[in-house]
Structures are given as C-alpha cells and as structure tokens.
C-alpha cells in the first residue's frame, strides 16, 4: 500500500467520522430538546390542574343559572296555563252576557 492509498483511507475515515459527529450533534440537539419537554410537563400539568379547577367553577356557575333560567320558564308555563283558563271561563261569561243581552234587546224591541 502507498502513501495515496493510506491517504485516501484516512481521509475516508475522517470524512466518516465528520458525518458521524454530525448525527451524534444532532441527536444530541434532539435529546435537549426532549429534555426540555420533559420539564415542562410538570408545568403543563400544574396549568391544566388550574384550568379543570377553573372549568368546574364555569360548569358549576352555569348550571346554576340554566336551572334558575328553566324554573322561571317551567314557573311562565304554569302562570300561562293559569291565565289560558281564566280567559277561557272569562269568554264563557262574556258570551252568556252577549246572549243575554241580545236577548234582553229584542224583547224590548218587540214589546
């Protein structure tokens, strides 16, 4: 083997060793950035926590008017039930008065 030879290996061999400590490089970024996320995660989890906390006090809030909001429609309900009825009877009335009327009229009419 010459010189040329032995050259071209080493360099072979270093060029080899170059793309290596490239991959080892980046694999190395990868992990920190991993790293990095697994540290956050307690944080993330703390947020959430709040955040459920939070969304049970909507979910509690809300409830609390959608029921206030359905009693008072449920209570509308009943009154207009109440009110249809006492207009029915009030029609009854009105209508017996208007036959009595027409009544009372046309025997005034006719003598």
Known sequence: MDNNEINS???KIYEEQKKTNKK???MEKQ????QEQVNEIPGIKEELRALSG?????EKEHGEKLQILLDVVTGNSEKNKE?????????K????????????EQKVQNG
């Open 9 to 11: 290996i080493i360099l």
């Open 24 to 26: 080892i490089d980046n």
């Open 31 to 34: 992990i920190d950035g991993l």
């Open 54 to 58: 939070r969304v049970a006090v909507i």
């Open 83 to 91: 009110l249809e009825k006492r207009i029915e009877k009030d029609e």
């Open 93 to 104: 009335i009105i209508n017996k008065h208007s036959d009595e009327i027409y009544y009372l």
